[in-house]
């Protein structure tokens, strides 16, 4: 992969100006054409008032005009915060207020009613090429917020960049293929498909409204969750073009990624978080629970099973007040709370740190109950939380989505010789429609709060 010496459009649009860039709406976008788009909308930006190092908030579900705006609002050098268009008012009254927001871009259905000047969509072609400064901080990300308040994960340029190399240096993306931008903008695994097109100077597709297996068509990379891929090959859904799939956000069954394979389509599975701009560890998927080996420009370690991250795709810190506090040790180490292990030179996961519990002094680990729920033929996702009880402390509760009718009295039944007597969950939720959709990662938290609803 050559080395980038300016804007990637801008560098694509120098070396292959007519090649396609963008698909979406049925039409297809050159190089040249993206990158004069792009830098028309930066100027228009600048007349708005947006200049180097101000925060500016994108909210919208993935759209043409969102992807546009994103680039060029980086291009300009702003602190851009993607923003999931269904948080509620009152994370946003309290959040933005300490990200230091100047300007926010809405695309959402409702408008968020709060005191920010509100940007518009305009062109302006008597543009002034910004500066290539990949090191300074371009996007901030928020975390899951799973145990409070999110937090912002703060990015250069170059580190989307180091994320994406590593990716492709695993899974071939040439010029010619195409990966459906399936993934909203303000996840970091959506992000990560974006730098990999960039990077790749191949193509991407952007689609608003069509159904998923529409979207797909002529595509031939998706990144999908384990639900989205059971759904595509159990409607016979698959497109003949579709050649690989990153999946991730939940367990990834056996069953799933053997019935992909057959059907021509190689599929990867990996590690990765907001912090490190996506993907750390990765593998072509197999029988095995493991997560793969690092990916260039990463080092993992484990102290105290541990997952510690050194990697150039890291963040350069939690973004606050004005200020960057470090999410590093002394020595470089990002200290992940995720319990890890090494199964001969491949990473496993455990689970997170956090999330151990313990029921009448036996440790419980959720993950670990979760991974065998997820070998059910019918079992799409799976997440078990405590609850508290007056004899064992705390006991395991299982809230399930199925790809089929199952009876939880048959769950159970198929439980008992695959799991310890104190892991077995003592009772069974639906997994709750409304947290299950729209996202590739659900809090567990959220679901907390949702148990706490039923008198649980």
């Known amino acids: ?78 602190r851009l915060l993607p923003l999931n268009p269904q948080l509620p008012l009152s994370l946003c009254s309290e959040l933005l207020p300490r990200l230091d927001i100047d300007f926010i871009l809405d695309f959402g259905d409702l408008p968020l009613a709060l005191p920010l000047p509100r940007l518009r969509l305009r062109h302006d072609y008597r543009t002034q090429e910004q500066n290539w400064r990949p090191q300074r901080l371009a996007t901030l990300t928020l975390t899951s917020g799973s145990s409070g308040m999110p937090k912002a994960a703060a990015h250069s340029v170059a580190a989307h960049i ?82 690989d799939v990153l999946l991730g956000g939940a367990q990834i069954p056996l069953a799933l990624t053997e019935q992909a394979e057959r059907a021509g389509v190689r599929c990867w599975c990996g590690y990765g978080m907001t912090e490190t701009a996506s993907t750390v560890t990765a593998k072509r998927a197999d029988a095995s629970d493991t997560v793969g080996q690092p990916l260039p420009q990463r080092e993992v370690q484990l102290v105290d099973n541990e997952i510690l991250i050194r990697a150039e795709s890291l963040a350069a810190g939690y973004w606050s007040q ?75 509760v299982a809230l399930v989505e199925f790809s089929a009718a199952v009876q939880f009295e048959a769950l159970s039944h198929w439980l008992g010789d695959k799991l310890a007597r104190f892991q077995l969950p003592v009772r069974y939720f639906h997994l709750p429609k409304d947290l299950a959709q729209g996202g590739i990662k659900i809090s567990r938290q959220q679901l907390k709060q949702w148990l706490e609803t039923q008198g649980i």
């Open 162 to 243: 180091a994320s994406a190399q590593g990716v492709l240096g695993l899974i071939p993306f040439m010029p010619a293929d195409r990966w459906l931008l399936s993934l909203p903008l303000f996840h970091v695994s959506g992000q990560g498909i974006i730098w990999r097109w960039l990077t790749a100077g191949a193509q991407l597709r952007v689609e608003e409204d069509l159904p998923l297996a529409e979207a797909l068509q002529g595509c031939t990379h998706a990144s999908l969750v384990p639900t989205q891929l059971w759904r595509l090959l159990n409607q016979q859904q698959l497109p003949a073009s579709l050649q």
């Open 1 to 78: 992969m050559a080395e980038l010496t300016h804007w990637p459009w801008r560098e694509w649009a120098q070396r292959t100006p007519f090649a396609v860039a963008l698909n979406s709406d049925g039409r297809s976008w050159c190089w040249k054409y993206l990158h004069q788009q792009i830098s028309a909308l930066a100027a228009g930006f600048i007349q708005q008032g947006v200049a180097e190092g101000r925060g500016v908030v994108l909210r919208s579900k993935n759209s043409l005009d969102a992807l546009l705006a994103y680039l060029a609002l980086i291009q300009i050098g702003a």
């Open 322 to 396: 004005g200020q960057l506090t470090p999410l590093v040790d002394a020595e470089g180490w990002f200290h992940t709370r995720d319990r890890g292990e090494w199964q001969g030179d491949e990473l496993s996961i455990a689970g997170r740190i956090d999330n151990l519990f313990f029921s009448g002094g036996e440790g419980i680990q959720p993950e670990d109950i979760e991974r065998v729920l997820a070998m059910h033929p019918q079992i799409s996702r799976a997440f078990v939380l405590p609850i508290d009880d007056v004899e064992f402390g705390q006991r395991p």
